[in-house]
């Protein structure tokens, strides 16, 4: 009797399970963690030595916004030589008067010519001074082509050494200060972008297929922010992992104001998926 109650036992648990296996997975709880949407480490794209930096830990910052200047003299007198040389008209000015005195020598020359008052060699001389003076005109042109040119790339220089935030954030780490060295491996501030937030989950094997890309979920933050708050699903991981039998889901979620900090735990329940 034992042996039999042991078996019917046993068959009743490998029925259960396989109705637990083959029923459809419920939507749950997942517990989750809000990050930022994107952490930002800022440098600078040329060495130089820092000037002054507006900003601190915690400051909030629009994309754009000034945080850092690094010394900038010897740009700047380059800007303005360069803007100097831009605005120059003498050469032209002064080409144009030579291209319209030689077309006016040309002509009395070659009316002469036609009277047999001077050579065929000064008619020559006077339309080839005529055409070189044409040829120092294009040049001036140009000339003062590339000074504008050179002025723009001054002024892209100068510019290249006012550090600026590349989103909308908040300061969460200064790490130069005036008088010490910013380049490349030498960066100024790190920025958290806290608008939208992102929650990192992972969801069993069982709910693989039940959480699609853009379904509407819901995320409770832990106590004292514990008001729930709308998110959609942006990235479902297709690997598995198979230690713990789970799979990687993250979501994101307004937060204007920045009105809920990163770094807290959560929990999150999903919706139906759209179709």
Request: net charge neutral.
């Amino acid at each position: 009797m034992i042996e039999r109650s042991l078996i019917a036992t046993a068959v009743v648990l490998v029925i259960a399970e396989a109705v637990m296996l083959t029923a459809p997975a419920r939507a749950a709880d997942l517990d989750c963690l809000l990050q930022p949407r994107e952490t930002v480490v800022v440098s600078t794209p040329v060495e130089g030595v820092v000037e002054r930096v507006l900003v601190d830990r915690g400051s909030i910052v629009e994309k754009g916004a000034v945080l850092a200047v690094l010394e900038s003299t010897v740009e700047r007198h380059a800007v303005a030589i360069a803007a100097l040389r831009a605005e120059q008209e003498s050469a032209v000015k002064s080409n144009e008067v030579k291209v319209s005195f030689g077309a006016r020598r040309l002509e009395r020359t070659d009316e002469m010519y036609r009277k047999s008052l001077v050579p065929l060699k000064d008619l020559d001389e006077a339309e080839t001074v005529k055409i070189i003076a044409e040829y120092d005109l294009v040049e001036a042109k140009e000339n003062k082509a590339l000074a504008k040119l050179e002025h723009e790339r001054t002024k892209a220089a100068l510019e290249l050494r006012t550090i600026r935030s590349p989103l909308a954030g908040v300061v969460i780490e200064r790490l130069r200060h005036p008088g010490e060295l910013a380049a490349r491996d030498y960066p100024i501030v790190k920025i958290a972008q806290l608008n939208p937030l992102r929650a990192e989950a992972f969801a069993p094997i069982a709910m693989l297929g039940k959480i699609t890309v853009g379904q509407p979920a819901v995320v409770v933050p832990e106590p004292p922010m514990s008001r729930p708050l709308e998110a959609s699903v942006t990235v479902v991981d297709p690997i598995v992992d198979a230690a713990s039998g789970t799979f990687a889901v993250r979501l994101e979620l307004h937060n204007p104001g920045n009105r809920v900090p990163s770094g807290l735990k959560c929990k999150v329940s999903f919706g139906s998926p759209r179709r």
